[in-house]
């Protein structure tokens, strides 16, 4: 028995997954409603029960594909992609991990894609929840790259300990700066957001990130009042000035880094691996026992090294999935995209009619 739920029923969206134990961040209404505004489509839960009882939740942001370029023409009928949340992690949420069931979900999931005309399916799993487990047998499961958590179960002086020598030594050269930390929850939180949305913004253009990267003051709103008791403002002060900051998402014992900034003039005051390890302590002594910080861009790069450092016992595996619902469409839309702009599609991206060529790729037509 399965029901989809849509993201204008916000109160039954959330009694579904109130009816599971386990619960996450990712799955809720607040956070997708917050994509949503940003493109990513029609979120939609997906709410299945077996008849041991057995309840599984996925949420899935619902895309048309009539809109395309390529597909100004020639096309009868509404089609549609789905992915999860293009920045966080999805995939089924239950309570009982039982291979059955989640055949059993598929197996629901994958005739309700064919009702609807959905063509292809893109999950991030979540790292800490591994629920790509018995996935494969129905979805391309394949690993994409490591991240990184700190285990808040330990002691504070073991979880300094469990930091590489270089990271320990900055959070002394911190202490010796006289840096200090604080939090800000709920409205304090939210008085922050221009200051810590100023911050954000000199370090995007730092590091000359990617348009997706630039996060609007609404965004950061949005989290905050959707996430009004679940999120916090992490910040290091030097002479009063915030010089480093970061939101971090909690939700049943884990703490999520989400987004981070810092002036790079103050970096060799060790204010980002201060700021890490007090919002460390800060989630252990409000009752999480992981603090989860996430990945790198790109493999092992100099991001991932600098989460690595601070428990290089701790890394959990992050994995996608890929599914091609309707094979003849999907060729059908790539003979489309690649008729469009005179190029082959790239299958290392997926779904393939959806990358957008650079301008240096359409130069070279």
Known sequence: MYEVISYKDKNKWEEKLNLLAKKDIFYRHA?????????????????YEDEQGNKLCYVFFKRKLNGLPFL???????????????????????????????????????????KENIISEF????????????????????????????????????????????????????????????????????????DFYQLYKETMDKLNASEYSYFSTEYIK??????????????????????????????DGVLHYHLACSQKQYLNLGCNTFLLHNAALWGKQNGCHTFHLGSGHVGRDSLFQFKYRFNPDGLLHFNIGKKIHNPFQYKFLLE????????????????????????????II
């Open 123 to 194: 999950i991030r799993f979540h790292p800490v929840l591994q629920n790509n487990k018995h996935m494969e047998e129905s979805i391309d499961v394949s690993y994409d790259r490591e991240t990184v958590f700190i285990d808040l179960t330990k002691s504070e002086e073991d979880i300094l300990k469990q930091y590489q020598a270089k990271h320990r030594g900055k959070v002394n050269k911190a202490i010796k700066n006289q840096l200090e930390f604080r939090t800000f929850r709920n409205e304090q939180a939210y008085e922050r957001v221009e």
């Open 336 to 363: 489309q995209w690649e008729k469009y702009y005179e190029q082959e599609a790239q299958e290392n991206f997926f779904p393939a009619y959806r990358r957008i060529p650079k301008k240096a790729d359409l130069s």
């Open 72 to 114: 100004a023409e020639g096309v009868d009928r509404d089609l549609y992609d789905i992915i999860t949340p293009s920045y966080g992690y999805g995939g089924p949420i239950y309570d009982v991990e039982e291979k059955q069931l989640i055949k059993n979900f598929r197996k629901e999931f994958d005739e309700y894609c064919q």
């Open 222 to 251: 949005g989290l905050l009042s959707g996430f009004y008791d679940q999120s916090i403002i992490g910040a290091v002060f030097y002479e009063d000035q915030m010089i480093a900051a970061t939101l971090c998402l909690y939700e």
């Open 31 to 47: 956070y997708s409603n917050v994509y949503q505004s940003m493109g990513d489509g029609d979120p939609h839960l997906f709410y």
